[in-house]
């Protein structure tokens, strides 16, 4: 099997930051059918009015039909298209993919054996980029983990990081990720994340080590590093979300709920649809859970979007 495996972000680290809601990004390093089949016939017909020569044009209109025939073999490759648009797709169940693809349920257990996709993800089985589709639609993704008995890949949409058309079947639950960046061009895919809990269904939590709904710990946690500027634990997040990281706005407090963030992080290159990066947001320095880097502020300046000032170092 070729198929790459999925890997977890764990942390990020960060320099200037700018708030990626609003469209911008911060400095961030990381990594004829119609044509009738008894064409024949018409030919004849046609020859047999030769003397006029009206009755050839007759027999090249067949002619025509036949080629209409060649159009309808063309639908079925237009099945194949419509198969690789629907990677991707949100879901709850097979019935709700098109094109031969299965749904990958929030609710299962098969990424890791433990973990799933929340609000599903469209896809089906594979061993090869070919297995996904025609025309690099799809990248095959090794889902299982490093001990299991079995291997299983399973195709995600490809998309290009930092391009600036709608990506990922404008899902806010699934943003561009470069998974190799030695290649050219890279190989990027539509990566499917939750960002907090709510994103998951009931009884399932937003693991933070890997975006998946499963087992989870709080965003934030854990603070300090030796990094140029700053280091701290974080989780991905789409791009031009604000709905993410457990955001609240100016009309809720910081103090409950659990850890609450905006999706303000990103490589330099990102644009809407891209992965990002929580960062947690604040009234004051206090809030922030990072206490140990220095150059601690809670800038403010994005507060008439996030609601909250934005944790930031420097």
């Not at 890791?112 to 070919?130: I, L, N, R, W």
Request: proline residues 2%.
């Amino acid at each position: 099997m070729t198929n790459r495996p999925v890997f977890a972000i764990v942390a990020v680290v960060v320099s200037v930051s700018s708030l990626v809601g609003c469209g911008s990004s911060s400095g961030v390093t990381d990594g004829g059918a119609g044509g009738k089949k008894d064409g024949a016939a018409t030919d004849v017909a046609g020859t047999t009015g030769g003397a006029t020569g009206t009755g050839g044009k007759a027999g090249a209109a067949g002619t025509t039909g036949a080629g209409g025939t060649t159009g309808a073999a063309g639908t079925t490759g237009a099945g194949g298209s419509a198969s690789a648009t629907a990677i991707g797709k949100a879901c709850s169940a097979d019935a709700d993919c098109t094109g031969g693809l299965t749904c990958m349920t929030a609710g299962s257990k098969i990424i890791f054996e433990t973990e799933a996709p929340a609000h599903g993800y469209c896809s089906k089985m594979c061993q090869v980029d070919a297995d996904c589709g025609s025309g690099n639609v799809g990248i095959c993704v090794g889902i299982s983990s490093a001990t299991a008995t079995t291997q299983l890949g399973y195709c995600f949409q490809s998309c290009t990081f930092g391009g600036t058309a709608t990506k990922c079947q404008g899902r806010t639950d699934v943003g561009c990720l470069t998974l190799d960046n030695t290649t050219t061009p890279t190989t990027d895919v539509c990566y499917p994340i939750c960002s907090q809990d709510s994103d998951c269904p009931v009884g399932r939590k937003c693991d933070v080590a890997t975006n998946f709904c499963g087992d989870t710990a709080p965003i934030g946690a854990a603070a300090g590093g030796t990094a140029v500027i700053a280091s701290f634990c974080s989780m991905a997040c789409v791009v031009g979300n604000l709905n993410a990281c457990n955001w609240v706005g100016s009309g809720s407090a910081l103090t409950s709920g659990g850890t609450h963030g905006a999706c303000a992080l990103s490589s330099a290159d990102a644009k809407i649809g891209d992965i990002g990066f929580c960062s947690q947001e604040c009234d004051t320095a206090a809030n922030c859970s990072d206490q140990t880097d220095t150059g601690l502020t809670c800038d403010t300046s994005v507060m008439s979007v996030v609601g909250h000032g934005i944790c930031s170092w420097g």
